[in-house]
Antibody, heavy 121, light 106 residues
Framework: EVQLVESGGGLVQPGGSLRLSCAVSGFTVSGNFFIWARQAPGEGLEWVSIIYAGGTTIYANPVKGRFTISRDFSKNIVYLQMNSLRFEDTAFYFC???????????????WGRGTLVSVSS | DIQMTQSPSSLSASVGDRVTITCRASRNIRNVNWYQHRPGEAPKLLIFFTSTLEAGVPSRFSGSGSGTDFTLTISSVQPEDCASYYCQQTFSDPITFGQGTRLQIK
């Protein structure tokens, strides 16, 4: 079955770290690019990070320097390492696959159900 | 960054109603994508390139618009349409989403 399954969320204190995983099944991580997006309580969707098929990574300003996106082809997993966590990082985190259609490669056609990250003291 | 502003932020509709959600961009963009997110489920792509229905999406969903103003229409709301809906622009980096519209069924 083609799906994405996120894991690794939990409760962490400010300044702490978490590593989120996005397990990919039904297709391979290689040759695709992925985003991590998040939804804070009562807020809309916000993209967090992108990893392109060639390995280039981009980060949203609020997480730049603290979060790192990576992938493991052998395990078919996309990761989000989150360091120096802040209260405002509390959110559901989703991974999504990007689909390229007619030259537009930011159409996210497959999403996971998300994993909850709570930053609290 | 291009700001995407959706309206209304929430609405309530009866089964069979026609519902329209608006997304306004802070400057001209070519297209928007629309996503549906039911609580506890994975977000789902509904429409891309403003008006192209994703495979498997019911035909009661449609999209239109150009420039800065775009709409998502549900021609006859069904109980399973209870969800939040998000627009997304891909015209300019960084990609941005609207803040969402929550649709409740009466």
């Amino acid at each position: 079955e083609v799906q994405l399954v996120e894991s690794g969320g939990g409760l962490v204190q400010p300044g702490g770290s978490l590593r989120l995983s996005c397990a990919v099944s039904g297709f391979t991580v290689s040759g695709n690019f992925f985003i991590w997006a998040r939804q804070a309580p009562g807020e809309g969707l916000e993209w967090v990070s992108i990893i392109y098929a060639g390995g280039t990574t981009i980060y949203a300003n609020p997480v730049k320097g603290r979060f790192t996106i990576s992938r493991d082809f052998s395990k078919n997993i996309v990761y989000l390492q989150m360091n120096s966590l802040r209260f405002e990082d509390t959110a559901f985190y989703f991974c999504a696959r990007a689909s390229c259609r007619n030259g537009n490669c930011y159409i996210f056609d497959l999403w996971g159900r998300g994993t909850l990250v709570s930053v609290s003291s | 960054d291009i700001q995407m502003t959706q309206s209304p932020s929430s609405l309530s509709a009866s089964v069979g109603d026609r519902v329209t959600i608006t997304c306004r961009a802070s400057r001209n963009i070519r297209n928007v994508n629309w996503y549906q997110h039911r609580p506890g489920e994975a977000p789902k792509l509904l429409i891309f390139f403003t008006s192209t229905l994703e495979a498997g999406v019911p035909s009661r969903f449609s999209g239109s618009g150009s420039g800065t103003d775009f709409t998502l229409t549900i021609s006859s709301v069904q109980p399973e349409d209870c969800a939040s809906y998000y627009c997304q622009q891909t015209f300019s980096d960084p990609i941005t989403f609207g803040q969402g519209t929550r649709l409740q069924i009466k």
